[in-house]
């Protein structure tokens, strides 16, 4: 075999290596792409959670969020809210 014939062999196996080397890319960018969703599907159970063992609603929710640039009035809302119970 010639040294041509053997570096023609070798670039032939370097494109097949790099083939399969994309194609795993492509399978783990997919799988961690799914695992991200499965993050945000857990942080979405995670919120629904936490509001039910503290007994607010979505609105409460969303009252506190509309509050987050006034501690004093957040504080205020939640000490309602504890005084209800």
Do not use: C, F
């Not at 196996?13 to 790099?18: D, P, Q, T």
């Not at 960018?29 to 959670?49: C, D, G, N, V, Y």
């Not at 936490?50 to 609603?57: A, D, N, R, Y």
């Amino acid at each position: 075999m010639t040294k041509l014939e053997e570096l023609e062999k070798k670039k032939e196996r370097r494109e097949v290596e790099a083939e399969k080397a994309e194609q795993q890319v492509k399978k783990y960018q997919e799988s961690a792409k799914l695992k991200r969703l499965e993050i945000k599907q857990i942080e979405a159970e995670i919120l629904s959670e936490t509001l039910v063992q503290s007994g607010l609603t979505l609105s409460d929710l969303q009252e506190l969020i509309g509050l987050k640039n006034s501690p004093e009035q957040a504080s205020a809302v939640i000490q309602e809210d504890e005084g209800e119970n």
